[in-house]
């Protein structure tokens, strides 16, 4: 088995998680820029075994694609392009962001490093991946 990998997509900042290999553990990656994410993810799939991508997919409350479905679309093409032999599923991030910072609260984080967003994103990237793995498991 190889290791699934999250991406939580932003204009600015991507942040990333990841599987162990036994696709059990969903752990935080890092942050990325997101003009380097691809370089990134090519440098990465050529030292780690990733069977699969998995992009949260942003929506409204009424089920709708948020504004920022756009930008994960381009990503998207350009991903299949560049790492054609990967697949990805989308996973709903509602409230990700959110979590990600009660997650924050609850672990004792203080008020500063909870203002750091790159470490919102990287959280934000694991619940996505958490979902992913939760509603697949056997």
């Not at 990134?40 to 942003?58: H, M, Q």
Request: charged residues 25%.
């Amino acid at each position: 088995m190889g290791r699934i990998l999250a991406i939580d997509y932003g204009t600015k900042r991507t942040g990333l998680a990841v599987t162990d290999e036994l696709q059990i553990i969903a752990s935080g990656l890092t942050t990325v820029a997101t003009k380097d994410l691809l370089q990134f993810l090519k440098d990465y799939i050529t030292s780690e075994n990733v069977e699969k991508f998995v992009v949260g997919e942003p929506k409204q409350m009424d089920n709708t694609a948020s504004e920022s479905e756009a930008y994960i679309q381009k990503f998207l093409e350009q991903l299949a392009k560049v790492i054609p032999h990967i697949p990805v599923e989308r996973v709903d991030e509602r409230f990700t962001s959110k979590m990600a910072f009660q997650t924050m609260i609850d672990s004792g984080l203080k008020k500063k490093q909870r203002q750091n967003k790159a470490l919102i994103d990287e959280i934000s990237a694991t619940l996505i991946l958490q979902s992913y793995l939760s509603k697949n498991s056997f």
